[in-house]
């Protein structure tokens, strides 16, 4: 599955610097569809280099980071469980250092 | 179309609570309610304009300088002031004020920013050095000091930075983008540090009249996530780390994370801590500290030479160290009962790691 990510608010420093990210995404084995669950621990195997801590808490993102699921809160869309789809752009948006 | 179509499915339908005809966009952390773009917009710049007005904070021919760093915070701080001064007629002089540490390669980003927000608002930018105000960039300071102590001149040095360039602009207030989180968090560490002074005064939207140069906080009620969710549309990913590089292991906000968490438990959480500090009530018998002047610079200081000047005589000096041991011995009989109030420990929850004043 074709994503678009992007990164800011510092933590594209924690992907080497790269704020937008063209990935692509399988669902996991045994399942048809792709979650934001799913895609965190995706993005926290093959994107977080370094600090990991400041991205996740959990297995959600750190409180804090701001999640948009194609300009939409992801609080709006069941956060976790949030279903993507092919072509979708999720933004992580931090104040790790203030503002 | 399939594709187009399938988003909006996505979002479940949800329609904007305010206007039930857009999909709605943002969860307020404020009120929870589900709400559309173009609402929010609209609520978010009017609760602003009212508590601007409501508070008082400006009055008409005023000059003000928005403490500009380049952040989030300060740059929508920037937009909405702008908007707001042209659509109410506040009759506002309204100036960008940023401040250049002189740290070789770290403010080029965001003074590119700020220079980008003088030409998209029309506001006119001012940026102060280090150089300038003290004579010493932070990059000379580090080499004579090292980088073990340098955050306590970054603090001090900034928040100071602020109040002198303004007074170089003979503004006659400074507005700064602190938020809700932000002044949550000061609270929350003013009581970990038994700061009584501090908290009465953290939660105050304007502080210092009695001083040169007042300084109000328009977003003291406007939550982080809205400020990012505002910015992020806006300016996309426009937006780029304002971590000191001669901090990379500062304190990063125990406070900041806790508050986090208790957002997402109960978003109320922020404002009520706000709350919480504003009804503390001192006791009479709690000694407040004098606020006097410093001898040399003018500076407000509860002893004899402010924080920056007894750094500056150390480095002027050759002996680097001084100002940084807490100095309690110094001036004590003033503020026996609140042991040290102005000491390096005192620098703002913010000070370093950040580009925030
Ligand atoms: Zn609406
Ligand atoms: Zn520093
Ligand atoms: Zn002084």
Same mark, same amino acid.
């Given at each position: 599955?074709?994503?678009?990510?992007?990164?800011?608010?510092?933590?594209?420093?924690?992907? !080497? *610097? $790269?704020?937008?990210?063209?990935?692509?995404? &399988?669902?996991?084995?045994?399942? @048809?569809?792709?979650?934001?669950? /799913?895609?965190?621990?995706?993005?926290?195997?093959?994107?977080?280099?370094?600090?990991?801590?400041?991205?996740?808490?959990? !297995? *959600? $993102?750190?409180?804090?980071?701001?999640?948009? &699921?194609?300009?939409?809160?992801? @609080?709006?869309?069941?956060?976790? /469980?949030?279903?993507?789809?092919?072509?979708?752009?999720?933004?992580?948006?931090?104040?790790?250092?203030?503002? | 179309?399939?594709?187009?179509?399938?988003?909006?499915?996505?979002?479940?339908?949800?329609?904007?609570?305010?206007?039930?005809?857009?999909?709605?966009?943002?969860?307020?952390?404020?009120?929870?309610?589900?709400?559309?773009?173009?609402?929010?917009?609209?609520?978010?710049?009017?609760?602003?304009?009212?508590?601007?007005?409501?508070?008082?904070?400006?009055?008409?021919?005023?000059?003000?300088?928005?403490?500009?760093?380049?952040?989030?915070?300060?740059?929508?701080?920037?937009?909405?002031?702008?908007?707001?001064?042209?659509?109410?007629?506040?009759?506002?002089?309204?100036?960008?004020?940023?401040?250049?540490?002189?740290?070789?390669?770290?403010?080029?980003?965001?003074?590119?920013?700020?220079?980008?927000?003088?030409?998209?608002?029309?506001?006119?930018?001012?940026?102060?050095?280090?150089?300038?105000?003290?004579?010493?960039?932070?990059?000379?300071?580090?080499?004579?000091?090292?980088?073990?102590?340098?955050?306590?001149?970054?603090?001090?040095?900034?928040?100071?930075?602020?109040?002198?360039?303004?007074?170089?602009?003979?503004?006659?207030?400074?507005?700064?983008?602190?938020?809700?989180?932000?002044?949550?968090?000061?609270?929350?560490?003013?009581?970990?540090?038994?700061?009584?002074?501090?908290?009465?005064?953290?939660?105050?939207?304007?502080?210092?009249?009695?001083?040169?140069?007042?300084?109000?906080?328009?977003?003291?009620?406007?939550?982080?996530?809205?400020?990012?969710?505002?910015?992020?549309?806006?300016?996309?990913?426009?937006?780029?780390?304002?971590?000191?590089?001669?901090?990379?292991?500062?304190?990063?906000?125990?406070?900041?994370?806790?508050?986090?968490?208790?957002?997402?438990?109960?978003?109320?959480?922020?404002?009520?801590?706000?709350?919480?500090?504003?009804?503390?009530?001192?006791?009479?018998?709690?000694?407040?500290?004098?606020?006097?002047?410093?001898?040399?610079?003018?500076?407000?200081?509860?002893?004899?030479?402010?924080?920056?000047?007894?750094?500056?005589?150390?480095?002027?000096?050759?002996?680097?160290?001084?100002?940084?041991?807490?100095?309690?011995?110094?001036?004590?009989?003033?503020?026996?009962?609140?042991?040290?109030?102005?000491?390096?420990?005192?620098?703002?929850?913010?000070?370093?790691?950040?580009?925030?004043?």
């Amino acid at each position: 599955m074709q994503l678009t990510l992007e990164f800011g608010g510092g933590l594209e420093l924690l992907c !080497d *610097s $790269v704020k937008v990210h063209n990935v692509d995404v &399988v669902p996991p084995k045994g399942s @048809e569809k792709l979650i934001m669950k /799913d895609l965190l621990s995706w993005v926290g195997t093959n994107l977080i280099k370094e600090r990991p801590e400041m991205f996740m808490k959990g !297995d *959600s $993102v750190r409180p804090g980071v701001l999640v948009l &699921v194609n300009d939409c809160d992801w @609080e709006l869309s069941g956060q976790l /469980d949030t279903t993507l789809e092919e072509k979708d752009v999720v933004v992580f948006i931090s104040t790790l250092h203030g503002g | 179309m399939e594709v187009a179509e399938s988003k909006s499915k996505k979002a479940g339908g949800r329609l904007c609570s305010t206007c039930n005809q857009r999909k709605a966009a943002l969860k307020r952390p404020k009120t929870l309610e589900q709400i559309c773009r173009e609402c929010f917009y609209e609520v978010f710049e009017e609760e602003i304009h009212q508590v601007i007005v409501g508070n008082q904070l400006f009055k008409a021919g005023e000059r003000i300088a928005i403490g500009a760093s380049g952040g989030k915070d300060s740059t929508v701080l920037a937009f909405v002031l702008s908007e707001l001064n042209r659509r109410h007629n506040y009759g506002l002089d309204l100036f960008l004020l940023s401040i250049d540490e002189g740290i070789s390669g770290y403010r080029d980003d965001s003074l590119q920013t700020v220079k980008r927000n003088e030409i998209q608002y029309g506001l006119p930018l001012k940026i102060v050095s280090y150089k300038d105000l003290y004579g010493w960039t932070m990059d000379e300071i580090v080499k004579v000091i090292g980088l073990k102590n340098n955050c306590t001149f970054c603090g001090v040095f900034r928040r100071q930075a602020l109040d002198r360039g303004a007074s170089l602009l003979k503004v006659d207030k400074i507005a700064t983008g602190h938020n809700a989180d932000d002044i949550a968090e000061t609270v929350l560490l003013n009581i970990l540090r038994g700061d009584i002074a501090r908290l009465s005064r953290c939660t105050l939207i304007t502080t210092g009249e009695d001083g040169p140069i007042p300084r109000c906080k328009p977003f003291k009620y406007t939550y982080e996530k809205e400020i990012m969710f505002t910015y992020a549309y806006f300016k996309r990913l426009d937006y780029f780390s304002t971590e000191c590089i001669y901090s990379p292991n500062a304190y990063r906000g125990f406070a900041r994370e806790f508050i986090k968490d208790l957002e997402r438990l109960r978003p109320r959480a922020i404002l009520d801590i706000i709350k919480s500090g504003e009804n503390f009530r001192i006791s009479t018998s709690t000694k407040m500290p004098e606020q006097g002047t410093c001898e040399r610079c003018g500076y407000i200081s509860s002893q004899k030479w402010c924080k920056a000047c007894v750094l500056l005589e150390g480095l002027n000096r050759g002996l680097p160290k001084m100002g940084i041991v807490r100095s309690r011995g110094q001036n004590n009989e003033r503020t026996k009962d609140m042991k040290q109030n102005k000491g390096t420990k005192n620098i703002e929850s913010k000070q370093c790691g950040t580009l925030d004043f």
